[in-house]
């Protein structure tokens, strides 16, 4: 609304202003309107189409799915450093969810948070594991790592589809920058396997110091598909 010093001095330049009646009502209501300011501009966002709707809520329930399974599996990993990226891949599935709900109910506008230093820490807590403690993991709870590869593997791609199919350019922008978030997640979780089947002593497959080289968050400043 309009506060009241704001109101004072419209009523002030109201009655004393040369200007026509209806300009000066028209400048009214302009003032009056209420504006959703998203990426520095204000914006009036029109209703979102109820196919799209449909699309984000079940992109809703696949972020939270994601959120639940890597606690799950964080909860399951016996090594620290592993429950630790776990649990960072469920903050961001949380970060998404609250980034698709605002654009569900602001007509397609959103920010979504993004951690510039994703891959960066990841690498960083995967260097500080020492190779001897990964095949303590169980076999069972290795077969959850590629699990979650599976997942982000198929949210990029989910995210991947309705961008090329979306007609909303807000909506598709969101789907385009959710893709190339996922894709970093799926990167991490591929490391992760390999690094795991790596450290497999007797499988032939022993490395003593993996690179994690595209654990690199500028590789995929403006990725394209």
């Given amino acids: 609304g309009i506060n009241a010093e704001y109101m004072g001095h419209f009523l002030s330049v109201y009655f004393f202003s040369p200007l026509p009646f209806n300009m000066m009502r028209r400048a009214l ?110 076999a069972d709870v290795v077969k959850l790592y590629e699990a979650a590869r599976e997942v982000e593997r198929k949210n990029r791609d989910t995210y991947l589809e309705h961008a090329a199919n979306c007609k909303d350019p807000k909506v598709k922008r969101l789907f385009d920058i959710m893709a190339r978030e996922e894709q970093k997640h799926f990167v991490m979780m591929d490391e992760l396997v390999q690094f795991v089947a790596q450290a497999e002593q007797g499988s032939g497959r022993w490395a003593e110091s993996p690179e994690f080289n595209r654990l690199d968050d500028s590789l995929y400043d403006g990725y394209k598909y």
């Fill in 29 to 138: 209501c302009a003032a009056s309107r209420p504006a959703f300011t998203m990426l520095g501009r204000a914006k009036y966002s029109a209703p979102l189409d109820e196919n799209t709707i449909t699309v984000l809520d079940y992109l809703l329930q696949n972020e939270k799915d994601a959120s639940d399974y890597y606690r799950e599996v964080a909860s399951k990993t016996k090594n620290e450093g592993i429950k630790a990226v776990f649990n960072m891949l469920a903050d961001e599935e949380d970060k998404h969810y609250e980034a698709i709900e605002r654009a569900r109910v602001n007509g397609g506008e959103t920010l979504v948070p993004i951690n510039p230093d994703l891959l960066k820490e990841t690498k960083t807590i995967f260097e500080s594991i020492p190779m001897a403690e990964l095949p303590d993991e169980d």
